[in-house]
């Protein structure tokens, strides 16, 4: 069967704002020389038959024949190539890597799809139908037709436990996660809680068992029910899973020692935000430091309303 | 019937297949009887399979030809066909065996040893315990080595020890080899009172006593074992 | 008698040409130790992972009486199921630790595992059941959070066995348990294996080339040669009174088994 061309998505944001940014020298077809979002059709055609696949069956880890991009390992190719795959003309994409849009990753990556598709990108969550990320999901809550593409590492949950790729496949296979909680009995055993506060192992719609790749813990809660689909790419290990809209996202605990995320006794130093992921920032030679929104985004646009 | 243990016309013969199949003949046409409050005790010079007799009554060896009937309550197991599972049911329930020599499980003190026999004989702890207490204490065995494993015990103390094992449950049919051989004359009489007790309480005992003092104190009967030794080769 | 727990007919497997085992018949039932004995090389191995379900046989069956009383084919059950039971109602004790344990997991952790993976989701009464495992297979309580990478030889074997035994189950491979073992703590190891075996009632299949073994833990034997179970029954008899001439060689081979 041949797939039909992928069509065009309505552009969500028919008002672009002014912080809408374009591409330098972008052309209907991007930079001249590279084919639309850098991947041929092919390739794009193989990716969205895995992310299809990784939709209907939720936290299932979809293998993919992940290609060489032009950047390292590690710097987010999995991702890439889902957001190469899914991404349209008339998106508008955002990347963050931690919270920020200002990061050397986080450029890199926007302005290596501004100038190989020639999309409008922008640093505001509102405004964007693709974001990629690594490590974070923005605070203001996502809605429907938004896309969120994860870059991951390790995509296996289980691998810490067990080195066997026919191993994990077979206790995904049979759900068969007790292992999954010789993890966290560890860290009760050994911290008197669960100290695991990033890649937090969570059950995706009652069955696979999926790590939501180095997200902080305290972003897993934003995954449950949430109106965006999520998209997760590991290049070098070559996986694709998804979390689609509207579906159950449940943290691993116990009993007696339930999930709970990660509190911070203040508000954020420059927007005064509280109930966001602060990062600790030094601000001196001395040891000083202070606490701020790890999502530039919304902090941004807090202090900016708050001037006018 | 109401005898407890009857042998009929049993033979047996080693055959050593590391010797190019030499067949070494024991014992042929064996038949005897134990009765219940009857000691049968076997005689005859060392050689001649007073002990293999023993060990067939127990299933410990195989019986080449013959029947060995134990009654075990309303019905009757010929020993030497019987499948293992019956055999260690019987061995559990039914038929004792006091050796010369204890084998020793490592760690496990001498009470604990005796106890244990009880439990599995079909006491309950209680019973067991005080059962192991009383007849180590009247065989003599001081009250320092009932915490110790009997590993380090003297032949004597050992044997006191395997004695207790053997007699503590209430089992129907003994089978004694020689468990006094290294004790002294008063703890050999307290052997003998042990018998006499199982006797009056309907048991049945097949024995090898050398020492003729205790076989005079316990025998009601004296089997001599060298007319089957000579049968053998028939 | 009633039905078996476990009961083998014809197992049959091969590898290439050689027979690793041929035709094996055995059962085993609640509260009873089999001991299958031979050299190595014999098939013993071999026989125990056709019982575990780990290999599949050329030809023959397992059987095995379930919780619910029905016997089933285990080939007849689903990996799920199959896997389940292993986890649940068996217990196997592997000679290497490093393959019955996670050695970088704590104590209290691999013994929790079962418990986890049968749907525990309690911490609290999953350290309590592995602490009072520690205790039973005489661990000390402040080990719980040391992984067995830092536990003697035979520690690492008593984890294991607390590890298996933890569920509760009724039947427990072991495979060559004690050997590689000092004498003194082969003997502790013994001790306890004997001991529980006895107060849990569990039907235990024990492979070890190790005669002494057999006899004090076992109270059946099946010797093995080149494959097929040459002569089997009360494990006193078969070594007090060898038959055929292979067991014979096999006893006299070893100072006073």
């Known amino acids: ?308 | ?234 | 008698m009633s039905t078996p727990l476990l009961s083998a007919h014809g197992l049959t497997k091969a590898y290439g040409n050689r027979l690793a085992c041929a035709g094996v018949d055995l059962d085993v039932t609640e509260g009873e130790v089999l001991a299958i004995v031979g050299e190595s090389g014999s098939g013993k191995s071999t026989l125990l992972s056709l019982l575990a379900g780990e290999l599949a046989p050329d030809s023959g069956s397992v059987r095995y009486r379930m919780r619910d009383g029905r016997s089933r084919d285990l080939a007849a059950l689903g990996p799920a199921e199959l896997r389940r039971l292993m986890r649940t109602d068996w217990g196997f004790v592997r000679q290497d630790a490093r393959q019955g344990l996670r050695m970088a997991v704590s104590a209290g952790g691999n013994v929790g595992e079962r418990l986890m993976g049968m749907g525990e989701r309690h911490y609290g009464r999953i350290r309590g059941q592995a602490l009072d495992w520690l205790g039973r297979v005489e661990i000390d309580a402040g080990r719980v959070d040391d992984p067995p990478s830092q536990f003697s030889g035979g520690m690492r074997q008593r984890l294991q066995i607390a590890r298996n035994l933890v569920t509760g189950p009724r039947l427990v491979l072991m495979d060559e348990p004690t050997s590689g073992l000092d004498v003194s703590v082969q003997a502790r190891l013994l001790d306890l294996i004997r001991r529980l075996s006895a107060e849990l009632g569990l039907a235990v299949i024990i492979v070890t080339h190790d005669l002494a073994v057999a006899r004090l833990l076992s109270h059946r034997i099946a010797v093995m040669r080149a494959g097929r179970v040459i002569e089997t029954g009360l494990t006193d008899r078969v070594l007090d009174d060898p038959e055929h001439a292979y067991t014979q060689l096999l006893v006299s081979s070893v100072l006073a088994a």
């Not at chain 1, 061309?5 to 672009?16: A, F, H, I, K, L």
């Not at chain 2, 204890?102 to 009880?118: C, K, N, Y």
């Not at chain 2, 024995?207 to 080769?233: K, L, N, P, W, Y």
């Open chain 1, 1 to 308: 069967m041949r797939d039909a061309p992928y069509p065009e998505r309505p552009d969500p944001s028919p008002q672009p704002s002014p912080e809408r940014e374009r591409g330098p020298g972008a052309s209907e077809a991007g930079e001249a020389g590279y084919n639309f979002a850098y991947l041929d059709e092919g390739t794009k055609r193989m990716i969205r038959r895995a992310i299809l696949k990784a939709i209907a069956v939720p936290g299932y880890q979809v293998p993919f024949a992940s290609r060489e991009m032009p950047m390292p390992y590690g710097w987010g190719t999995g991702g890439v190539q889902v957001t190469a795959a899914i991404l349209g003309r008339a998106d508008v994409l955002k990347v963050i890597d931690q919270g920020a849009d200002d990061t050397t990753n986080a450029v890199s990556i926007r302005r290596f799809f501004a100038r190989t598709s020639g999309v409008a990108t922008t640093t505001r969550t509102t405004e964007a139908t693709i974001i990629q990320t690594r490590h974070r999901i923005p605070e203001t809550p996502l809605r429907e037709g938004q896309i969120l593409v994860y870059q991951v590492p390790i995509p296996e949950p289980l691998r810490f436990l067990e080195p066997r790729e026919t191993e994990t496949r077979q206790l995904h296979a049979l759900a068969e996660y007790g292992a999954m909680h010789v993890k966290l009995y560890e860290d009760i055993s050994r911290h008197g809680h669960i100290a695991t506060t990033y890649a937090y192992p969570v059950e995706v719609a009652g069955r696979y068992v999926m790590d939501p790749s180095p997200t902080p813990k305290f972003d897993n809660p934003k995954m449950d029910q949430s109106p965006a689909l999520q998209l997760f790419g590991a290049g070098r290990e070559r996986r694709i899973y998804a979390v689609p809209p509207y579906t159950s996202v449940r943290s691993l605990d116990f009993e007696d020692h339930p999930f709970r995320v990660q509190e911070f006794t203040e508000p954020c130093a420059l927007c005064g935000a509280s109930g966001h992921y602060l990062d600790e920032v030094v601000t001196d030679d001395s040891g000083g430091r202070m606490y701020v929104c790890s999502d530039t985004d919304i902090c941004e646009t807090r202090v900016a309303e708050a001037a006018r």
């Open chain 2, 1 to 234: 019937m109401t005898a407890l243990l009857t042998f009929q016309d049993v033979a047996k013969s080693f055959t050593l297949h590391l010797r190019g199949g030499v067949v070494l003949p024991v014992v042929g046409g064996v038949s005897l009887t134990v009765a219940p409050g009857e000691c049968v005790v076997l005689g005859g010079p060392s050689g001649a399979g007073k002990s293999s007799l023993l060990k067939m009554a127990y299933g410990n060896y195989r019986c080449d030809a013959g029947a060995i009937l134990v009654r075990d309550g309303q019905t009757v197991i010929d020993v030497a066909r019987a499948d293992p599972r019956v055999m260690l049911s019987l061995r559990a329930r039914v038929i004792a065996y006091v050796s010369q020599f204890l084998r020793v499980i490592p760690r496990v003190s001498a009470l604990d040893v005796v106890e244990a026999a009880g439990r599995e004989g079909g006491l309950s702890e209680d019973e067991a315990r005080a059962r192991a207490k009383n007849l180590l204490a009247r065989l003599n065995l001081p009250d320092r080595l009932w915490s110790l494993p009997p590993a380090t015990f003297s032949g004597g103390e050992q044997q006191r020890v395997n004695i207790a094992r053997g007699l503590i449950a209430d089992r129907p049919l003994l089978l004694l080899d020689e468990p006094t051989a290294s004790l002294d004359a008063s703890n050999r009489a307290v052997v003998a009172e042990l018998v006499h007790e199982k006797l009056a309480a309907g048991a049945g005992v097949l024995g090898i006593f050398h020492d003729s003092e205790m076989r005079d104190a316990v025998a009601t009967r004296i089997v001599d074992v060298t007319r089957f030794a000579q049968a053998r080769a028939a």
